[in-house]
């Protein structure tokens, strides 16, 4: 199985990017790996590259799944996570923004606790 390679500082500057344009600062971002399955039939787990992050009592979470390929999760706790309504995204900055903007709509609209 072909390794997926870690992020390109390109893709970890767009990130960055965006974080600063949403929360007005700098916005630690931590290199994880998790292991996922590619396909839903598939029953190995593959290694995969991730970016982990928390804001506002949110977590976030983007995996790399291959070249120009991303998913995106954020959540609250075990029983409160979210996915952005899109399987997969070919490009990281709209990876990005679509799940900030996911989480704002959702945090508006969440009762407070």
């Not at 291959?66 to 075990?78: C, I, N, P, T, V």
Request: glycine share 6%.
């Amino acid at each position: 199985m072909t390794a997926i390679a870690d992020f390109t500082d390109a893709e970890l500057w767009a990130v960055h990017t965006a974080l600063k344009e949403r929360y007005g600062k700098e916005t630690e971002v931590q290199l994880a790996d998790t292991e996922v399955r590619l396909r839903a039939a598939d029953r190995e787990l593959t290694q995969c590259p991730a970016l982990f992050w928390s804001e506002r009592g949110a977590n976030f979470v983007i995996v790399k799944t291959g070249d120009k390929r991303y998913r995106a999760q954020f959540y609250y706790g075990l029983h409160e996570q979210f996915g952005t309504g899109i399987d997969e995204f070919d490009d990281i900055a709209e990876c990005t923004v679509v799940l900030l903007q996911t989480q704002a709509d959702y945090e508006s609209s969440r009762p407070p606790s």
